[in-house]
């Protein structure tokens, strides 16, 4: 039992263990057992029980913390030292706070404040600031603060010191003041660095993460965020507060169903900490509701309200009744109910400073336009489009689509359309910070509202020239800037190696820890791309299709661009100089059309038996021209073709087309694309490249016989076609043939591959290369395929060689058959050695195989893309 009395000595070397438990809490828990099993004095013992309350609140234990702090404050009020007593009262209260009893922790800190003096006065200070923090209470935190980093810095206390910039730099934080939270995140970092502080040196890594997620650098933010995850499970530590804003980082990116699978799995590990568990549930229920999921998102909003009401938390408590509103109107629900109640809680949020009050009065304007109540919606718009100067990319462009839309409402059509542009203007900017392609084209989703608003208008006004310029300036985009060049990072190449080599083996014999250290390296390759920093927006600017140089480039060729508006097909053409626009029908029959086919062009491709069976190629081919092409197909006349689809097109067959069939025909991503790629030149060094992958008896003739027609052609195969040797040779090369089983996966298209000799050749080897072959044709099953994603992009094999240089590709939508695909390359190549362009070269090879039904099939299942 303690005694009465301690020295000072003794207490001043025990002092060490605060710090110890935030730094080493597991190292300080053990420190106190060891002095309290000593039976030490009043004074040593109420240290000893401090610390290890802070070390078990640090691990999530808040209940047994107050428990051990409550010991310890009887122990203070015993030795009859009041700066102990204010010290042990300070860290009692920030615990109350955190386990949502704020009006006892007000009280508690209250009375310390009252007893410190000096130093310990900014301690105290610094602990009520976090429970005013924690309250929402955000402008009196700061003025706690303030004062402690004064008091703090004259005393020379330079690891509190840190403690107060830390939380003053998260709450400038929170009221958009980034650049002063990062001079305060910055100081904090080198204080904590300095005293040895490892656990809070990890906050502060971590509160960095979130400077350049609030800039909207969000592959910095993820490095940021990497670094203090590795920095906690180094003092065995697991922050909640971590699966919080790496779950917000993911959402910004497009990644809402990781960021739910995250922060669910974090409620699932989260104890006793009862203000953690509210904050955790807010930001599943913020998660799910941009996933889709507005049932979700309703059950884990109502609970976070429900704690955080409890907890008095009102800051909380109405963002949380933002989420349930808008999770309401998610499902389906509109009316004057709902926009009294949303208008209602954009006004507290207001008045709160949080910053979904600008979301809050666009779903307020949202739903006045529906009611019909144009002033209000006038007001609500107003209030929605306001915004900083210094405002990150997506906040502008969230306030540029409430201008757009009050813009609309007012039929002021100018405005609206300058809103629209700088919208996706600032949606550029953030797009561009990313290396990734995935997050890239992710992020255009964001964009999907403020381009249907603007084509929308170019229907309304019949102005199909508006309607081709609307269609491009959000279509594709991620294929539209220069990659990010990861050939030079030797650790991605490792993983990569890593991988083949594991998959190779799993084809071999499969085995469960095998498949498990695949996913292991697909998450790590995956990871690291994601973190990879994207381009400056003034260093690169995004493609802007400009109509003259089109009509110039395009000569005797006729364009036709697909534009899907509010579900329906229409064709923009392009021919001489001249553009119209036809209405063609529903998007979703099309899309229909589109799988009969693909479905007809598989069993053609290996059951030669059955080859009658079903509708003829020749009937499926017309159904799906009118669904496609409608009335546009009429102005071709016997001109070259090409088409630009939308992304859920893109799998479509083209040979099948009636009006199609016979003539070159190049698909693009984009017209801007297309111009893009007529504009490549072809090497100097006229390098062929053959390559065959393990497997293959025919592709094997067919390699063989296409070494014959190039004797100086680079010939991979037979253990040669490793991934390393082929990148190697096929960066910069003229013409480049690959043989090879061809994998799409629907679920991570970027791990979309070529079988070669040592595994899989994936989209992250090809995105290595400095510059794609010119021309390359995959003679591959599935080749061509790409997953729409975002607004109107494309990830695939295919399409990621377009922005690396490739001029035209070659590549099936569909499975083929291998023995009726070899004599079609050879008659593709023998026309591209005679001058033809790939798609006049596939278009003269495929009149060439007409006559058998399966050679046909082949024939039809490719598609030339690019120019």
Same mark, same amino acid.
């Given at each position: 039992?303690?005694?009465?009395?301690?020295?000072?000595?003794?207490?001043?070397?025990?002092?060490?263990?605060?710090?110890?438990?935030?730094?080493?809490?597991?190292?300080?828990?053990?420190?106190?057992?060891?002095?309290?099993?000593?039976?030490?004095?009043?004074?040593?013992?109420?240290?000893?029980?401090?610390?290890?309350?802070?070390?078990?609140?640090?691990?999530?234990?808040?209940?047994?913390?107050?428990?051990?702090?409550?010991?310890?404050?009887?122990?203070?009020?015993?030795?009859?030292?009041?700066?102990?007593?204010?010290?042990?009262?300070?860290?009692?209260?920030?615990?109350?706070?955190?386990?949502?009893?704020?009006?006892?922790?007000?009280?508690?800190?209250?009375?310390?404040?009252?007893?410190?003096?000096?130093?310990?006065?900014?301690?105290?200070?610094?602990?009520?600031?976090?429970?005013?923090?924690?309250?929402?209470?955000?402008?009196?935190?700061?003025?706690?603060?303030?004062?402690?980093?004064?008091?703090?810095?004259?005393?020379?206390?330079?690891?509190?010191?840190?403690?107060?910039?830390?939380?003053?730099?998260?709450?400038?934080?929170?009221?958009?003041?980034?650049?002063?939270?990062?001079?305060?995140?910055?100081?904090?970092?080198?204080?904590?660095?300095?005293?040895?502080?490892?656990?809070?040196?990890?906050?502060?890594?971590?509160?960095?993460?979130?400077?350049?997620?609030?800039?909207?650098?969000?592959?910095?933010?993820?490095?940021?965020?990497?670094?203090?995850?590795?920095?906690?499970?180094?003092?065995?530590?697991?922050?909640?507060?971590?699966?919080?804003?790496?779950?917000?980082?993911?959402?910004?990116?497009?990644?809402?169903?990781?960021?739910?699978?995250?922060?669910?799995?974090?409620?699932?590990?989260?104890?006793?900490?009862?203000?953690?568990?509210?904050?955790?549930?807010?930001? *599943?229920?913020?998660? %799910? @509701? &941009? /996933?889709?999921?507005?049932? #979700? =998102?309703?059950?884990?909003? $109502?609970? !976070?309200? +429900?704690?955080?009401?409890?907890?008095?938390?009102?800051?909380?408590?109405?963002?949380?009744?933002?989420?349930?509103?808008?999770?309401?109107?998610?499902?389906?629900?509109?009316?004057?109910?709902?926009?009294?109640?949303?208008?209602?809680?954009?006004?507290?949020?207001?008045?709160?400073?949080?910053?979904?009050?600008?979301?809050?009065?666009?779903? *307020?304007?949202?739903? %006045? @336009? &529906? /009611?019909?109540?144009?002033? #209000? =919606?006038?007001?609500?718009? $107003?209030? !929605?489009? +306001?915004?900083?100067?210094?405002?990150?990319?997506?906040?502008?462009?969230?306030?540029?689509?409430?201008?757009?839309?009050?813009?609309?409402?007012?039929?002021?059509?100018?405005?609206?359309?300058?809103?629209?542009?700088?919208?996706?203007?600032?949606?550029?900017?953030?797009?561009?910070?990313?290396?990734?392609?995935?997050?890239?084209?992710?992020?255009?989703?964001?964009? %999907?509202?403020? /381009?249907?608003?603007?084509?929308?208008?170019?229907?309304?006004?019949?102005?199909?020239? +508006?309607?081709?310029?609307?269609?491009?300036?959000?279509?594709?985009?991620?294929?539209?800037?220069?990659?990010?060049?990861?050939?030079?990072?030797?650790?991605?190449?490792?993983?990569?190696?890593?991988?083949?080599?594991?998959?190779?083996?799993?084809?071999?014999?499969?085995?469960?820890?095998?498949?498990?250290?695949?996913?292991?390296?697909?998450?790590?390759?995956?990871?690291?791309?994601?973190?990879?920093?994207?381009?400056?927006?003034?260093?690169?600017?995004?493609?802007?299709?400009?109509?003259?140089?089109?009509?110039?480039?395009?000569?005797?060729?006729?364009?036709?661009?697909?534009?899907?508006?509010?579900?329906?097909?229409?064709?923009?053409?392009?021919?001489?100089?001249?553009?119209?626009?036809?209405?063609?029908?529903?998007?979703?029959?099309?899309?229909?059309?589109?799988?009969?086919?693909?479905?007809?062009?598989?069993?053609?491709?290996?059951?030669?038996?059955?080859?009658?069976?079903?509708?003829?190629?020749?009937?499926?081919?017309?159904?799906?021209?009118?669904?496609?092409?409608?009335?546009?197909?009429?102005?071709?006349?016997?001109?070259?073709?090409?088409?630009?689809?939308?992304?859920?097109?893109?799998?479509?067959?083209?040979?099948?087309?009636?009006?199609?069939?016979?003539?070159?025909?190049?698909?693009?991503?984009?017209?801007?694309?297309?111009?893009?790629?007529?504009?490549?030149?072809?090497?100097?060094?006229?390098?062929?490249?053959?390559?065959?992958?393990?497997?293959?008896?025919?592709?094997?003739?067919?390699?063989?016989?296409?070494?014959?027609?190039?004797?100086?052609?680079?010939?991979?195969?037979?253990?040669?076609?490793?991934?390393?040797?082929?990148?190697?040779?096929?960066?910069?090369?003229?013409?480049?043939?690959?043989?090879?089983?061809?994998?799409?996966?629907?679920?991570?298209?970027?791990?979309?591959?070529?079988?070669?000799?040592?595994?899989?050749?994936?989209?992250?080897?090809?995105?290595?290369?400095?510059?794609?072959?010119?021309?390359?044709?995959?003679?591959?099953?599935?080749?061509?395929?790409?997953?729409?994603?975002?607004?109107?992009?494309?990830?695939?094999?295919?399409?990621?060689?377009?922005?690396?240089?490739?001029?035209?590709?070659?590549?099936?939508?569909?499975?083929?058959?291998?023995?009726?695909?070899?004599?079609?390359?050879?008659?593709?190549?023998?026309?591209?050695?005679?001058?033809?362009?790939?798609?006049?070269?596939?278009?003269?090879?495929?009149?060439?195989?007409?006559?058998?039904?399966?050679?046909?099939?082949?024939?039809?299942?490719?598609?030339?893309?690019?120019?």
């Amino acid at each position: 039992m303690p005694s009465a009395g301690g020295s000072a000595e003794a207490a001043e070397s025990l002092e060490n263990l605060l710090p110890l438990a935030l730094s080493r809490p597991h190292d300080a828990i053990a420190s106190a057992r060891t002095v309290l099993a000593r039976g030490p004095a009043y004074l040593e013992a109420s240290i000893a029980h401090q610390a290890w309350g802070i070390s078990l609140r640090q691990l999530g234990d808040v209940t047994r913390a107050v428990r051990e702090l409550r010991t310890a404050l009887r122990l203070a009020e015993r030795c009859g030292r009041s700066e102990r007593e204010a010290d042990v009262l300070a860290t009692l209260g920030a615990t109350l706070g955190r386990a949502g009893r704020t009006r006892e922790a007000l009280v508690r800190l209250d009375r310390a404040v009252e007893l410190s003096r000096g130093a310990l006065t900014g301690r105290v200070l610094l602990r009520r600031a976090d429970v005013l923090l924690v309250l929402g209470r955000h402008r009196e935190a700061l003025d706690d603060l303030r004062s402690a980093i004064t008091r703090l810095r004259r005393s020379g206390d330079q690891v509190w010191e840190a403690r107060s910039r830390n939380y003053r730099g998260f709450i400038q934080l929170a009221l958009g003041g980034t650049r002063t939270a990062d001079a305060d995140f910055a100081v904090a970092e080198k204080l904590y660095a300095a005293t040895g502080q490892e656990f809070e040196y990890a906050e502060a890594r971590q509160n960095r993460g979130l400077v350049a997620y609030a800039r909207g650098d969000l592959p910095a933010a993820l490095r940021y965020l990497d670094e203090a995850g590795r920095r906690f499970a180094a003092v065995d530590v697991v922050w909640p507060d971590l699966a919080i804003d790496r779950a917000g980082v993911l959402l910004a990116a497009g990644l809402s169903a990781e960021a739910l699978a995250e922060l669910d799995q974090a409620i699932e590990a989260e104890g006793g900490t009862a203000t953690k568990r509210g904050e955790l549930l807010f930001a *599943a229920a913020t998660a %799910a @509701l &941009a /996933a889709g999921d507005p049932v #979700a =998102a309703r059950e884990r909003a $109502e609970r !976070a309200r +429900r704690l955080f009401s409890a907890q008095r938390r009102e800051w909380w408590s109405v963002r949380s009744s933002m989420v349930l509103l808008e999770a309401r109107y998610q499902s389906g629900e509109r009316g004057e109910q709902l926009l009294r109640r949303v208008s209602a809680v954009a006004g507290r949020l207001d008045a709160l400073g949080a910053a979904e009050a600008s979301a809050a009065h666009l779903l *307020a304007g949202r739903l %006045a @336009l &529906a /009611a019909g109540r144009r002033r #209000a =919606a006038d007001r609500q718009l $107003e209030l !929605a489009g +306001r915004h900083s100067k210094d405002a990150p990319p997506m906040a502008r462009s969230a306030a540029w689509l409430a201008k757009a839309l009050r813009a609309e409402a007012r039929g002021e059509q100018r405005r609206m359309l300058s809103a629209c542009g700088r919208g996706l203007d600032a949606l550029d900017e953030h797009r561009l910070a990313m290396g990734a392609t995935e997050l890239r084209a992710l992020a255009t989703g964001r964009g %999907a509202e403020l /381009a249907a608003l603007a084509l929308r208008d170019a229907l309304r006004c019949d102005d199909p020239r +508006r309607l081709l310029v609307w269609g491009e300036r959000w279509r594709a985009t991620a294929l539209g800037v220069p990659p990010v060049r990861a050939s030079d990072d030797a650790h991605l190449a490792g993983e990569l190696a890593a991988l083949r080599d594991v998959v190779r083996r799993l084809d071999a014999a499969p085995d469960p820890s095998l498949d498990r250290e695949r996913r292991r390296l697909e998450k790590a390759v995956r990871d690291r791309t994601l973190r990879a920093a994207g381009h400056s927006s003034r260093a690169v600017r995004p493609d802007r299709l400009d109509v003259d140089e089109l009509v110039e480039a395009l000569g005797p060729t006729v364009l036709v661009e697909l534009v899907e508006v509010d579900g329906v097909l229409h064709a923009v053409v392009v021919r001489d100089g001249r553009i119209t626009q036809h209405e063609v029908g529903p998007l979703a029959a099309a899309a229909l059309e589109v799988e009969r086919s693909r479905f007809r062009l598989r069993r053609l491709a290996h059951a030669r038996g059955h080859a009658q069976l079903g509708p003829s190629l020749d009937v499926l081919g017309t159904r799906l021209a009118d669904a496609i092409l409608g009335p546009a197909q009429e102005v071709f006349g016997d001109r070259p073709v090409v088409v630009v689809p939308p992304a859920r097109l893109q799998a479509l067959p083209w040979g099948l087309l009636p009006a199609l069939g016979d003539r070159a025909v190049n698909v693009a991503p984009s017209a801007a694309t297309w111009l893009r790629a007529r504009r490549l030149r072809p090497p100097s060094d006229r390098r062929v490249v053959l390559v065959l992958g393990p497997g293959l008896s025919a592709g094997r003739a067919e390699v063989l016989r296409l070494a014959e027609q190039y004797p100086d052609a680079t010939v991979l195969a037979d253990g040669d076609a490793t991934a390393e040797k082929v990148l190697r040779e096929l960066d910069g090369a003229w013409i480049a043939h690959i043989a090879a089983h061809g994998t799409f996966r629907a679920d991570s298209p970027l791990f979309s591959s070529l079988r070669l000799d040592d595994g899989p050749l994936t989209v992250y080897d090809f995105e290595r290369l400095r510059r794609a072959p010119y021309r390359m044709v995959l003679s591959s099953c599935d080749s061509g395929l790409a997953k729409p994603v975002g607004a109107d992009e494309l990830l695939g094999l295919s399409s990621s060689l377009i922005p690396l240089g490739a001029a035209g590709i070659l590549a099936s939508v569909v499975p083929v058959n291998d023995p009726a695909t070899t004599p079609l390359m050879l008659a593709v190549h023998e026309q591209l050695r005679a001058g033809e362009s790939l798609a006049a070269g596939f278009a003269t090879a495929r009149r060439e195989s007409a006559g058998d039904p399966v050679a046909d099939a082949a024939g039809r299942s490719f598609v030339a893309l690019g120019a």
